[in-house]
């Protein structure tokens, strides 16, 4: 069986370090490997302070190259809600059945291209009404999965968001 990949997509400004540092070290605990995109391959400093360097950039991912696309949050996972690429990349995820997810505002992105709709999802309590106005069916669970769509609330849900994912791969 060859080896799971899942993407992690991190703003360039303003993601939240524990949804990108606590979600990959679960997913590579459990033999996933994981590749960081961002919109550009210079360093990337967290909301909190951790420095990354992106794998790929953000234009270059395939959807046939991954088994799940994760959007990690933070103040700047704004810039994918409207992103076109964003929301093409979902809508083929989905399509291909493959695992689409985003914790905390970045469960916004996967509304916004809508692969929610009539979906059970959270989000970070604050953007609640973003799903909720997308048709998805807002739980306010920490971690919430519906099918191969994979959501969760903030940064202390990075770990359980985490295995969630891990779990739908192995299915």
């Not at 970045?106 to 009539?118: F, Y």
């Amino acid at each position: 069986m060859k080896m799971k990949k899942a993407v992690l997509i991190i703003s360039h400004q303003g993601f939240r370090d524990e949804e990108l540092l606590d979600t990959k070290k679960v997913l590579e605990k459990n033999g996933i490997e994981v590749k960081i995109a961002s919109t550009e391959l210079s360093e990337v400093k967290g909301k909190l302070g951790a420095r990354v360097v992106p794998d790929i950039l953000f234009q270059d991912i395939q959807v046939k190259d991954f088994d799940a696309l994760v959007f990690v949050g933070g103040p700047g996972a704004v810039q994918y809600w409207d992103d076109p690429l964003a929301h093409k990349l979902l809508k083929e995820a989905a399509i291909a059945g493959k695992v689409s997810a985003g914790i905390c505002s970045a469960a916004a992105t996967l509304a916004r291209a809508g692969i929610l709709r009539g979906k059970r999802a959270t989000v970070f309590p604050g953007d609640a009404q973003e799903l909720i106005v997308n048709g998805a069916d807002y739980t306010a669970n920490h971690v919430e999965r519906d099918g191969q769509i994979i959501t969760a609330d903030g940064p202390s849900s990075a770990g359980k968001f985490g295995e969630e994912i891990a779990r739908a791969l192995k299915e």
